[in-house]
């Protein structure tokens, strides 16, 4: 296991018994080691396969109630490591030393081992399903296993650690008619195993679709979010959601704990014991737990981690995460999922007399303020309960906090979109523009 390679009990020991002999009150160690096997295809055919490793460790200390961070890659030396976080910490102001107490919880492993050689069955076998409809068709893709040790060890006592192993695949379908280029992507990440079929499928549906270009609605229309679009308007509910936020008054909803937010139809909600996302703890060592963000519409509970939920005065909810190696744990979602409705992806469509399908899109998110005006990628067009093609040169822009309170249908083809897990769903609110030609 990736974890015997990593568990350095000699190392650990000797950075935090030299801090404390340096003059830290406390320190603690985060080590994070992966092991990644990706397998490309290009132009349809196979082109390479890869192994690449990293591992990292960091050192957070505090000395005289200074905080001091240094991390190293690679192999370690230890009073280096530990003479770069002392002085560090003289560049810091006092902090509270926030750090999980004696705890040495033994967590499984999650997932298991691929070999390259299923990896790269699986490529081919989705390619073949999209082509042998679509021979024109030129096709690229990712299908990797990432093995990934995460160990947290403290002055306290703390000692947690386990081993997580993910599949996930990208595949991108180009398609040239003449003057026109049409770009279809879809992608899986599971435990255990992939579903090559169930992602070619998707693909074959969207270029289905595609076949031929309409004009777009223009105006205040229906808009249909699938569930790999849908992941737009929950990046700005997150960021409310965010305790960090709360703190700066930067969120809308700071005063609305116990009051309806969003659609009664909307149920938001994090499982450290389900999906792709899972983890058994954050960052800190807080065991992560389940936790309702939004029941039925009326907002429950925001996330945080240990700083800012004493800030808050309340407790941590197990959601400090690190953006990376170098970085301060910060509140941070592992999974956020929503749950369905009961509608299939083509019910929802067929209750549309008009208006727009949003599948793919160029831009980001509104941010906490919810505005948002993004270019539609990839997008078609409903009449009459039917799909009739897609658009082009289309503009959707609306808020995503409007949008949410006036949801009209949520679907039940729940799928993830990174760590999110969301269906599809319907709204209104929204203003689509598009070039009459």
């Given amino acids: 296991m990736v974890y015997k390679e990593l568990s350095n009990n000699s190392l650990v020991e000797q950075l935090l018994e030299i801090s404390i002999k340096s003059g830290a009150e406390a320190a603690e160690v985060y080590q994070s080691k992966s092991l990644s096997r990706p397998v490309f295809f290009e132009a349809n055919r196979l082109k390479q396969l ?136 879809d992608g899986q990440t599971e435990r255990g195993r992939l579903h090559p079929h169930r992602v070619a499928y998707q693909i074959l549906q969207r270029l289905a679709w595609a076949k031929e270009n309409v004009m777009p609605p223009n105006g205040r229309v229906p808009v249909l979010f699938t569930s790999k679009a849908a992941d737009m308007l929950w990046g700005t509910v997150q960021a409310a959601l965010n305790g960090k936020r709360v703190l700066e008054k930067a969120s809308p909803w700071v005063e609305r704990i116990g009051k309806p937010v969003i659609s009664p139809s909307l149920t938001l909600y994090q499982d450290p014991h389900v999906g792709p996302y899972s983890c058994p703890f954050d960052d800190e060592g807080t065991p992560a737990q389940s936790l309702v963000f939004i029941q039925d519409g009326v907002l429950q509970h925001f996330y945080c981690d240990r700083t800012t939920g004493r800030e808050l005065n309340i407790a941590s909810t197990g959601n400090g995460f690190r953006p990376g190696l170098g970085s301060y744990p910060t509140p941070g979602l592992f999974n956020f999922l929503i749950q369905p409705g009961s509608e299939s992806l083509q019910e929802l469509i067929q209750s549309l007399d008009d208006g727009l399908i949003v599948d793919q899109m160029l831009g980001g998110n509104g941010g906490i303020s919810g505005d948002f005006s993004i270019n539609v990628d990839l997008g078609y067009r409903v009449q009459n309960g039917h799909v009739i093609g897609r658009v082009k040169d289309t503009m959707v822009a609306g808020n995503v906090y409007t949008a949410l309170k006036q949801l009209v249908k949520l679907g039940g083809d729940t799928d993830w979109n990174g760590s999110c897990y969301t269906p599809s769903l319907l709204v209104e609110g929204l203003s689509s523009t598009g070039k009459q030609t």
Avoid: M
Wanted: a negative charge.
């Fill in 50 to 185: 890869e192994t690449s490793q990293s591992e990292g460790t960091a050192l957070r200390l505090w000395r005289n109630g200074c905080p001091g961070l240094a991390v190293a890659y690679g192999p370690v030396e230890p009073q280096a490591l530990v003479e770069r976080a002392l002085a560090l910490s003289q560049l810091n102001q006092p902090e509270a030393v926030e750090l999980n107490g004696n705890f040495k919880p033994s967590y499984p492993d999650l997932g298991k081992d691929v070999p390259i050689e299923k990896l790269v069955e699986w490529g081919k076998e989705a390619i073949a399903i999209i082509r042998d409809t679509y021979p024109d068709v030129i096709c690229t893709g990712e299908w990797e296993c990432d093995v990934e040790t995460t160990r947290l060890v403290n002055t306290n006592g703390l000692d947690c650690h386990y081993t997580d192993t993910t599949l996930s695949c990208y595949v991108e379908a180009e398609w040239v008619r003449g003057d026109d280029f049409l770009s279809v992507s």
